[in-house]
Structure formats: C-alpha cells, structure tokens
C-alpha cells in the first residue's frame, strides 16, 4: 500500500485540525481543511495558520495539486481561496454541495448572484471517484450524516474523515445541522470501516475529552472499529440512532456556525460587497439551532 506523508496543523482555536498530504516521490501534495482566522467579536480575518501551511509547504518544495474539503464546515472558516492564490491547487469538495447551497441559500437570503450549482469548486467529487495524489491511488467515498456533502478521503494508506468520526474516546459527529441524519451516518461509518484495519485515520478535529491530557487526531480504522464509544463493533444502528439523536438534542449550535456556513458554501469565499464597498455575514434570528 502506498504512504503519503501527513503533516498535521492543529488550530487551538477552533479545534481543527488540518492537513498537508504528500507523495515522497513526486512531491505533489494536497491540503485538507484549511483554516481562515476569525474573530468574531471584531469581524477581522486573519490568515496565520494558513500561512503556516505555505510556510511548510515551500519549505519542502512541494507543489499542491489538491485543496480538499471533508464538508461545508461549521466551526471555521476554509482558507481555501488564499492558499489556492498563494499556491495553486484545484479546490475540491463532494457533489452534494449543491444540496448544501440550496438549503443554506435560503437561510442566508442569498441574492441571484449565489451559484447552487458548486461552481465556486473546481472539482466535484462523486461516491467512488478515483483520483490520484502524484503517484499516489486515492478515492472520495460519500459519507454523509453529518451533513449531505460529506466526503472521506482515502490517498494510500490513510483516510482522512472529516467530522465523520473523532478519536474513539469521543465518538461520532453531531447530526442535527440541517440535512444531517443519524441513521445515514451510522451507514456512512460503516463503509469506512470497511476499510482494511490498518488503514491510518486521520480526523479534522479532537475536544479533548475528560480524562485525556493531550489533543490527538490520528488513530486506525481497527482502533475504532474495536473501541469508538458510539459505534464499536456490535453497536447495532437503531441504538446508536437512538443515542446519536438524545445527545443531539441536548447541544447548542457551534460557536461559528452562521459565518462559516455562509463563507464555505462559497467555496471559502466572502459574501460580495455590498454598494458602500463592505462585505457583510448575516445573522439570521431564530432559524438556526433550538436556543
């Protein structure tokens, strides 16, 4: 089996953890889930962690060939469209962003001039696609549940899950955004488990679960298939239904989840400016989450 090497880049902030994935051989290299500073109380962007990638990435004379996304993320938002100016790449997610825009098109208000076709993507990746990495054999597998678009991606020996799964000592994504479904992602987890047990998982975020004192983010599909305290090996699908949804109903919605829903349906991209040259997030009151 092919090893890519992976470098992780952990952002304390948002509790993301994002990739630079690369061929030793050809030097080509994909990155997953970037990360665009945000602070909310202020509106001001600012793009450390993502030029911490660049940093890494010309430091070991690596060309990207991939800027992939698991998801529309919303906990952060993708700095996507900076790291593609600074460094190339084709910006990928899965095809279901269409359902995403549309969903979230609505929310927003969006004006016309917001395509619900994924057009802000470079490429769409649909369940089974193969693609390459350099030399390297990779696959998008659908894995929704989460939320509609959700993708795995598997480049050699490692998958990478996006919030599909965490460590197994936390468990499995929430499913309550909408589109999201628990039974759909009890079934998307198990094509990942499916996978050959050594496979390298990587995640793209940990919390830091009581009685753990360091964040950790790569594990093996074996290690969860035996030990995720969600879905282990013998959790059948109408118990973890039944759990995934109690624990659901009990979480508030994440802390940036109106921007960064807004600016990654977008590709990572701002809302257009409006006639006094500003761009603006909305906010929508009372339509999001249930407090």
């Known amino acids: 089996m092919q090893k890519p ?8 902030d948002t509790f993301t953890v994002s990739y630079v994935v690369s061929d030793p051989a050809s030097r080509q290299c994909a990155i997953i889930d970037s990360v665009l500073d945000y602070n909310p109380n202020s509106g001001r962007t600012h793009t450390t962690s993502a ?69 802000q993507f ?23 549940g989460h939320t509609p678009a959700c993708m795995t991606y598997v480049i ?5 899950v996006g919030d599909t799964l965490f460590m197994p000592d936390y468990g499995t994504a929430r499913c309550d955004f909408p589109g999201g479904d628990s039974r759909t992602l009890y079934q998307s987890v198990q094509k990942i488990f499916a996978l050959p047990e050594n496979t390298r998982m990587f995640l793209c975020h940990d919390y830091l679960p009581e009685g ?30 039944a759990m995934r949804d109690k624990r659901d ?13 807004q600016v990654n349906m977008r590709g990572g991209h701002m809302p ?19 407090r």
């Open 249 to 261: 109903a009990e979480l508030d919605m994440p802390r940036l989840i109106l921007p960064s829903v």
């Open 51 to 119: 030029e911490q990638i660049i940093d890494y990435v010309r430091d070991q004379s690596l060309t990207v060939q991939w800027l992939l996304e698991t998801h529309v993320h919303a906990d952060h938002l993708s700095a996507a469209p900076f790291l593609q100016e600074q460094l190339g790449g084709k910006l990928a997610i899965g095809g279901h962003i269409r359902t995403v825009q549309e969903t979230f098109a609505k929310v927003f208000n969006a004006d016309s001039e917001f395509q619900r076709d994924g057009s």
């Open 156 to 160: 050699g020996d490692a998958v990478f």
């Open 272 to 290: 257009p400016a409006e006639d006094n040259g500003i761009q603006y997030l909305k906010i929508p009151i009372n339509v999001v989450g249930r």
């Open 212 to 241: 753990r004192s360091e964040y950790i983010w790569e594990t093996t599909v074996g290690e969860q298939l035996r030990n995720n305290i969600h879905i282990h090996q013998g959790i059948n699908e109408d118990d973890f239904v």
């Open 5 to 12: 090497d992976v470098k992780a880049f952990f952002d304390p």
């Open 122 to 144: 470079n490429k769409l990746f649909e369940d089974g696609d193969s693609f390459t990495l350099g030399g390297i054999e990779a696959r998008a597998i659908h894995t929704p």
